[in-house]
């Protein structure tokens, strides 16, 4: 199983809303990443989870909150974004270390649009 | 810092013709160098990869050879499909204090005609 499961696929939510993307991985990685990536655009690190530990965050703002509850799951809490904050959030993972260490695999992505 | 070039497009192609998609970087230490593809609407899918100089990914048809004197990670296709188009992206993992960031180029679109 070389999957990266990201839920929902859509979503559309208020300036106001509180809302939650989830991530999840059963290739026994320790390595988690949020990505943002805007149209026509590569992806963008947003934050980084090592052995469930926030290991780097890009200065994102604090309306986007990560959270590790275990080694196979991510989840990214939205909270009083901004209709610029439209976007693919892609999920991935990693081992984490050794030679295949950085070899990351995606999720289908969450297309976000705030109205 | 570390940074990714890629060549830029959109690439149009007659299907069976060959691709080539010219990336090169800079950056400290050895870094794996990696493609992505991304179809429309998807997310991305690791294509190929290579972790030291010399070495040659390949998948699906599509090569790339690590060139460390030349700081180049070109991707090359022999006969392309219509399949085949899609966004595609060079990325490194840098070497030094490894903390498993990827550094993408900017993407290259690929288009494949019949």
């Known amino acids: 199983d070389t999957e990266v499961t990201q839920t929902p696929k859509h979503l559309v939510m208020g300036m106001t809303n509180k809302k939650s993307l989830k991530c999840e991985q059963h290739m026994g990685h320790r390595a988690m990443y949020w990505y943002k990536q805007k149209a026509k655009k590569p992806p963008e690190l947003m934050f980084v989870?090592?052995?469930?530990?926030?290991?780097i965050n890009e200065s994102v703002p604090s309306r986007f909150s990560p959270e590790c509850p275990n080694s196979s799951l991510l989840n990214l809490h939205l909270h009083a974004l901004q209709p610029e904050d439209s976007a693919l959030y892609l999920c991935?993972?990693?081992?984490?270390?050794?030679?295949?260490?950085?070899?990351?695999?995606f999720g289908q992505g969450t297309r976000l649009t705030v109205v | 810092g570390d940074s990714v070039t890629q060549m830029e497009g959109p690439v149009t192609l007659s299907e069976e013709a060959c691709l080539t998609i010219n990336c090169t970087y800079t950056a400290t230490g050895y870094p794996s160098l990696f493609w992505y593809v991304q179809y429309p609407g998807e997310g991305l899918q690791l294509l190929l990869k290579a972790t030291k100089a010399d070495d040659k990914g390949s998948n699906k048809g599509f090569e790339a050879t690590y060139r460390k004197e030349t700081t180049s990670f070109h991707l090359e296709k022999g006969s392309v499909q219509v399949s085949d188009s899609a966004v595609y992206f060079c990325?490194?993992?840098?070497?030094?204090?490894?903390?498993?960031?990827?550094?993408f180029g900017q993407g290259t679109t690929l288009q494949v005609k019949p």
């Open positions: 991935a993972s990693s081992h984490g270390q050794g030679p295949r260490g950085t070899e990351a695999f």
């Open positions: 989870y090592s052995y469930e530990k926030l290991s």
């Open positions: 990325a490194l993992s840098p070497g030094s204090g490894n903390t498993g960031k990827l550094i």
